[in-house]
């Protein structure tokens, strides 16, 4: 009934929306589950660093580089944003309740669209993708974007970096206590505060990461931000939260059933990830791995 | 009250700005004894402030050439409301305008939705009011009545115009891709309405649907290739198309399936796009500034150009028309009657940058010619345009007045 190589195609390009999704929702579960932060700028991070890549490429006129550049840049301008936030208003506010840090970031998200509204206008801006990632490449016989593969590629990258960054950074590890006991990172003499703020460094750095990888795939406009934080969020809470690879199988979760769903029944597949959230909940309501809550 | 008055004009005066020159007091005594005033309602905030900004621009530019000399020794002003997309909010402002800014008449919107909405409020006020960017034709069609027009094309038309271009071509295996909002609906419709009338023995491969704001169309556009279609048809506007003009290239399905989309030749979509754009789509759209090359068209691109620092969009020629229909209308009314005001604007023709253009008496549509081409990368521009351009007369494309009083059912 349905073909193999459609099947196989629809896969991967689910696959690699996938490794968009965890980029930005695994940022936004790290925070969760450090500093026990919902941060609804989340997905505005990932805006600004859409138009920061959008910026840096035309800055260099279109010269293939482009790209790369904004894939270093990008995350740098979003990190610099959340450090200002953070700093300034939000290290204050931890010992809110969580409803008082949800109404808090929903403000910074309303205050941070009409501050890109203010800096880029309300005009769509595209990005082109450097020559060697235009076009479509047949793999096995499939015919995927070059740009997806690249993706399926820089997922997997980004994985192994906070796997890293995690388990085997003396940091890493200071967060995830931080995370279990606070008080008691505090006592043994650790400056919580700091490590805090380094950790949503690390939240943010993959906001505008996804935003900057997103960029030569779709229009950069405002709103974008309503869109993923709304997924981010879903994706989140399937995984599990505060956990990073529940966050990394929430999203293939999303992406597959998404683009598989395409196959299946085309007219209404926008409802397919929404029902795999609602069954995977119902079954499961901490979500798919440990939440850290 | 009159300070109040003052304050507001002065406020007024200021959001005009460089818009409409402050020219010198008008030589003959005025027979209006007050500006007229215009409020306009769309969206200036998030995706589509691009459109709403653009018609606002066209309008400005206008209105600067209108209040030289004035319009029965009156300047025509304006207020503009921000709807942020929404009816209800758009509603609400339509209610503010009329009865405490006391506007003359109302101008708006790029929503569907909202532009359906100040239409029954219009009616039941009897406000003169008139559509500028949404393109349901619902609003000069089926809820069509007496106080509502329509300055840019329809679904009707647009829809028309695609299956008058496929007809002749020999696909039969037709896929629809859409975005799940009131104007995908309507010009999907209207599409396959009369592709079935023109060519009945098309059929329909299967149809995807995504919802507004969708990020990535690549798995809906690889699923569309798996299915083999002859051609598809995509019922998308605004960032929407944009995304779906970059996965065509981006998968290579523009080289192997044929793709049609209303103002899929819009610059305001093209240019972002740059040769991220495929090539060989089809489009309709009832405005492009580089064609037809007539002195008309060339003077308002030069205007526009160098107010506004780009070529103007189609929505910026709608919003230039609507400014023009207004002044001749209440100059052939010679009064700010809201009634007399109608009775002149049924009907009426304006000179526009594509030539005459008819306020057509029985539905209130303006007869606009249609633009059918096909997007080329041509050596002159970094983006693409329309090549191969024909051009199909209002009356070709639109429902008869017979057509529009069956759907009215009267």
Not at chain 1, 193 to 218: D, H, K
Not at chain 2, 94 to 122: C, K, P
Request: net charge positive.
């Amino acid at each position: 009934m349905v073909e193999f190589t459609a099947l196989a195609s629809q896969v991967l390009v689910g696959l690699s929306r996938a490794m968009i999704l965890f980029i930005v929702s695994a940022g936004l579960s790290f925070v969760l589950g450090v500093l026990r932060v919902p941060n609804v700028f989340h997905g505005s991070l990932y805006m600004i660093g859409a138009f920061s890549a959008f910026s840096i490429a035309t800055w260099l006129g279109g010269h293939p580089a482009g790209l790369w550049l904004a894939l270093l840049g990008a995350p740098v301008v979003a990190v610099a944003v959340g450090l200002v936030v953070e700093r300034a208003l939000l290290s204050h506010l931890y010992q809110r309740e969580h409803l008082m840090l949800i109404l808090f970031t929903f403000g910074v998200m309303l205050v941070l669209n009409d501050l890109v509204k203010l800096v880029w206008g309300p005009d769509y801006r595209s990005l082109v993708a450097p020559p060697s990632l235009q076009g479509a490449a047949s793999v096995l016989g499939i015919s995927v974007p070059r740009y997806n593969l690249f993706l399926l590629f820089v997922g997997p990258l980004v994985a192994a970096g906070m796997w890293f960054v995690t388990a085997k950074t003396r940091i890493g590890r200071i967060a995830r206590a931080a995370a279990v006991d606070r008080d008691m990172v505090g006592i043994l003499g650790i400056n919580v505060s700091r490590v805090f703020s380094a950790a949503f460094m690390i939240g943010c750095y993959l906001a505008g990461l996804g935003g900057a990888l997103v960029a030569p795939t779709t229009s950069i406009t405002l709103g974008m931000d309503h869109t993923i934080i709304i997924e981010a969020f879903l994706i989140v809470t399937v995984g599990g939260l505060g956990n990073i690879w529940g966050a990394l199988v929430g999203s293939i979760l999303f992406g597959v059933t998404q683009s598989v769903g395409l196959l299946v029944w085309p007219q209404f597949a926008i409802v397919f990830p929404y029902l795999a959230t609602v069954i995977v909940l119902l079954l499961r309501p901490t979500g798919l791995l440990r939440s850290v809550w | 009250m009159t300070a109040k008055r003052s304050v507001v004009l002065l406020v007024l005066v200021l959001t005009i700005g460089m818009g409409a020159r402050p020219g010198p007091l008008q030589a003959q005594a005025p027979r209006l004894d007050r500006a007229i005033k215009v409020g306009i309602i769309d969206t200036y905030s998030g995706p589509p402030a691009v459109f709403g900004n653009d018609a606002l621009n066209g309008f400005k530019l206008a209105l600067a050439e209108i209040n030289k000399d004035g319009v029965l020794g009156a300047r025509i002003e304006f207020v503009t409301r921000d709807e942020r997309f929404s009816p209800e909010v758009g509603l609400s402002m339509a209610r503010e305008l009329v009865l405490q800014e006391r506007v003359d008449l109302l101008v708006g919107t790029i929503n569907s939705a909202t532009a359906l909405a100040i239409s029954a409020y219009a009616k039941e006020q009897k406000v003169p009011f008139l559509v500028w960017i949404s393109k349901s034709e619902k609003i000069t069609g089926q809820s069509g009545h007496r106080y509502v027009f329509s300055t840019g094309e329809n679904t009707a038309m647009a829809g028309r115009a695609i299956a008058e271009a496929l007809a002749r071509k020999p696909y039969t295996r037709y896929w629809i891709g859409a975005e799940d909002y009131e104007y995908g609906h309507s010009i999907t419709n209207s599409f396959w309405r009369f592709m079935k009338r023109m060519k009945p023995e098309v059929t329909l491969a299967g149809q995807s649907w995504w919802r507004t704001g969708e990020p990535d169309l690549v798995p809906y556009v690889t699923a569309i290739a798996n299915a083999r279609p002859d051609a598809v048809f995509f019922g998308t506007g605004g960032a929407g198309m944009t995304n779906v003009l970059r996965v065509l290239k981006a998968t290579g399905m523009s080289s192997r399936t044929p793709a049609v989309i209303h103002t899929a030749i819009d610059h305001a979509v093209l240019r972002p796009l740059g040769t991220a754009a495929p090539e060989g789509v089809l489009g309709t759209i009832d405005y492009l500034w580089y064609y037809p090359e007539t002195p008309a068209n060339q003077n308002f691109v030069k205007a526009f150009q160098a107010a506004y620092g780009g070529p103007p969009g189609f929505p910026a020629f709608h919003g230039y028309n609507t400014a023009h229909f207004i002044a001749e209308a209440i100059r052939k009314a010679r009064s700010l009657d809201r009634e007399k005001f109608v009775d002149a604007l049924e009907g009426l023709k304006i000179n526009t940058p594509v030539g005459e253009v008819e306020m057509r008496a029985c539905d209130h549509q303006a007869v606009l010619p249609l633009f059918i081409g096909t997007t080329k990368k041509i050596p002159q521009y970094e983006f693409l345009v329309a090549t191969d351009i024909a051009t199909l007369r209002g009356e070709q494309v639109m429902p008869t007045c017979d057509d529009i009083r069956k759907a009215r059912g009267s």
